[in-house]
């Protein structure tokens, strides 16, 4: 199974978006399952849904932060750019508002997390945004000689 497979799984599983894209990458990184699921849990929704930078985005970007630790501060902003030039190339944005809409879901800013049921999960392009976030990692890794 692929990470990005994994992180859909994940994510069709119940985790967040930025959980399940995070969490499909946790056996390479240096830090241990618990904290990654912990530290990525608010990032879902657009981040506390407030429908901002996609979660699927965020938990990727966490995983660059740990995976390149060796960057600098500058060399790790350049690659979290590349990574947001392919996702807006692939998706069109990196916000979670404009993905929703885009697909014709309402973007609910309360504080209250829909609940999981086979119709969310229908309804949603989040699933496959997911995927591609965690399809989009793997590309950025293999080209830097990375494999998580």
């Not at 994940?10 to 399940?20: R, V």
């Not at 240096?30 to 879902?44: K, M, Q, V, W």
């Amino acid at each position: 199974m692929t990470n990005a497979e994994r992180a859909k799984e994940n994510f069709l599983g119940g985790h967040s978006c930025a959980q399940a894209v995070l969490l499909a990458f946790a056996d390479g990184l240096s830090a241990d399952r618990g904290t990654l699921e912990n530290i990525s849990r608010p990032f879902g929704g657009g981040m506390g849904r407030l429908r901002l930078t996609c979660g699927g985005v965020s938990g990727a970007v966490m995983a660059l932060g740990l995976a390149f630790e060796e960057l600098s501060k500058s060399e790790l902003y350049a690659l979290v750019q590349e990574y947001a030039r392919r996702f807006r190339e692939r998706f069109g944005s990196c916000v979670c508002g404009e993905l929703l809409t885009g697909a014709g879901v309402r973007a609910d800013t309360s504080a209250q997390a829909d609940e999981r049921t086979a119709a969310y999960y229908q309804k949603r392009p989040c699933p496959e945004l997911v995927y591609g976030a965690a399809e989009i990692l793997e590309e950025l890794l293999r080209e830097r000689g990375k494999a998580l």
